[in-house]
């Protein structure tokens, strides 16, 4: 076998040119690592003219078998794949590489060459695989680009299905949820029962509530000599409270909160909530109920002359029709 000489290269730099060559079966001969001398010229990369270089890395693509290989600044070629006469004597007896210069594509002795090739062994030869040993270093750069972009853009369509498809989930369980939340509301509550005293105040606007969402409700008056027997069985010892299917409901203003969700007197969301005041609110009711109480609390009879806007809430709610059927028959007191 022919012995490799290193020619200029320093000895620390011999194992990265060998492990160059080692990849695809190209011995290195550590004891030529004494035959290299300081100074000899090194046949690298840079030193070539580009038509040159771009042939130097065409040979070495082949040698590797990677088609997208390109050199970087250290990348050096040993003497082993340069032919005698692309190489001269200098006057100081250095040997030197001529401008023209390439290596050469050497097969390993050891892989036998494969004769009989059948037609489907090229089958799964790409082309523009076998195209892309002639580009240059800016289209290998380009191409590279283009494949990361176009795995990119897969994943990310990859992605985006995965989001729709969840997304559709979801859509279903919240049109599902929402189908639940309308049965519940719509049903019908049974056995009510409204505790107050017999006259309008804190619970008309319960009862108010009650026959606008066309609910059956007992209406039980208590006077003030029975007051005391029911005292004890009432939340907090006050009225007036809310009983459903036995169970206990107080405060006003808890009591028109639940109604009002029932019957769809507030708003979709918190901010709707905020911003309702376009529409017809429990809090309305509340007020209308509430109305005359007020003119005799505040012993104000000229209420409706001074706050107009007050008595147009009350008027709005008296005015809907299951509102006013109930006001009309429920027994008569004035405040």
């Not at 892989?111 to 580009?135: A, C, G, K, Q, T």
């Not at 907090?236 to 009983?243: A, K, N, R």
Request: glycine share 4%; with cysteine; charged share 35%.
């Amino acid at each position: 076998m022919p012995k490799i000489v290193f020619h200029y290269f320093p000895v620390k730099a011999l194992v990265d040119l060998g492990r160059l060559c080692l990849r695809r079966n190209v011995r290195l001969l550590e004891d030529d690592a004494a035959d290299a001398r300081p100074g000899d010229q090194v046949p690298q990369f840079q030193a070539a003219e580009e038509l040159v270089r771009l042939k130097w890395i065409d040979v070495v693509r082949k040698q590797r078998s990677e088609y997208d290989w390109m050199p970087t600044e250290n990348t050096k070629i040993c003497s082993e794949h340069f032919d005698s006469e692309q190489k001269y004597t200098s006057a100081k007896g250095r040997t030197l590489l001529k401008k023209s210069a390439v290596p050469i594509f050497k097969r390993p002795e050891h892989i036998p060459l494969r004769e009989n090739l059948s037609p489907d062994s090229l089958d799964d030869v790409d082309i523009s695989d076998m195209e892309s040993i002639f580009d240059t270093p800016r289209k290998c750069a380009l191409k590279k680009k283009v494949h990361r972009l176009v795995c990119e853009k897969e994943n990310l369509q990859k992605r985006n299905k995965i989001l729709k498809q969840q997304n559709g989930r979801l859509k279903k369980k919240m049109a599902s949820t929402k189908t639940i939340l309308k049965t519940l509301k719509n049903r019908r509550m049974e056995n009510v029962t409204v505790y107050y005293f017999p006259v309008k105040a804190m619970g008309e606007s319960i009862r108010m509530l009650l026959a606008y969402g066309g609910q059956e409700f007992e209406d039980k008056r208590i006077g003030k000599d029975d007051w005391p027997a029911y005292k004890e069985s009432m939340p907090f010892g006050q009225m007036p409270v809310l009983e459903i299917n036995g169970k206990k409901y107080a405060q006003t203003v808890a009591i028109a909160r639940l109604l009002g969700r029932k019957y769809g007197l507030v708003g979709d969301d918190i901010e709707q909530d905020f911003e309702i005041d376009q529409n017809l609110t429990w809090g309305d009711f509340v007020i209308a109920g509430m109305y005359d109480c007020f003119k005799m609390i505040l012993k104000m009879p000229d209420l409706d002359e001074k706050y107009q806007n007050i008595k147009r809430i009350k008027n709005t709610v008296l005015s809907i029709p299951k509102v006013k059927e109930f006001c009309d028959a429920a027994p008569k007191c004035d405040w």
